[in-house]
């Protein structure tokens, strides 16, 4: 799997694997540095903030990527906000995967796109969609009232209903059903 698209592009000696971020952490105080880490979401430890703050401290500042087979926008914005460099999605096929590690290596300061994979880049010249109809759009799509949605984006019920009916009108959608449809055909969104 992954550890040998790591070997076939990363020099093996520089590799070092870990079953927890219990032994992460360890090996990070054992060797003093790291040069860039890939860590599973749901690995042992990871559960853990002060401990997942402390590795993110004591890897000074190098890049470490958190990887995951599906992740909610909770996940991804808790991601970004406690300090990884990335948040990647497993389903990326290998090459892929192996390129946005060097990305994130290469430009290793916090970017905001390495964030995005589990939603793909708008075309150009598609409908302008902000950042919050986007994960309204998202919500939507897992079938969740505007209540919930409301709950799960810390705004009003009344605001989720406003974004759905501009972006009802931005998609041309009849119905919730519809817009996630136009959603993902224009690939603004995942199934």
């Known amino acids: 799997g992954i550890g040998a698209l790591l070997t076939d592009s990363f020099s093996m000696s520089r590799i070092s694997v870990c079953y927890s971020l219990h032994e992460a952490q360890t090996l990070l105080e054992q060797k003093g540095w790291i040069e860039v880490c890939l860590l599973d979401f749901k690995m042992p430890g990871m559960n853990e903030e002060p401990l997942v703050r402390r590795f993110l401290n004591q890897s000074g500042h190098r890049p470490v990527i958190l990887m995951s087979g599906e992740a909610s926008l909770l996940d991804i914005e808790w991601a970004r906000d ?67 949605i409301a709950d799960i984006a810390q705004v009003s019920p009344e605001t989720v209903k406003a974004h759905l009916k501009a972006l009802q009108g931005k998609f041309g959608a009849r119905s919730r059903t519809d817009l996630v449809v136009k959603a993902v055909a224009e690939g603004y969104i995942r199934i």
Not at 89 to 108: E, H, Y
């Open 82 to 148: 406690v300090g990884f460099s990335a948040f990647l999605p497993k389903t990326l096929d290998g090459p892929a995967f192996v390129r946005r590690i060097q990305d994130v290596c290469i430009n290793s300061a916090h970017d905001a796109e390495f964030f995005g994979d589990f939603s793909p880049a708008r075309a150009p010249g598609h409908r302008k969609i902000s950042r919050r109809e986007l994960d309204i759009v998202q919500l939507v799509k897992l079938g969740i009232s505007n209540k919930e």
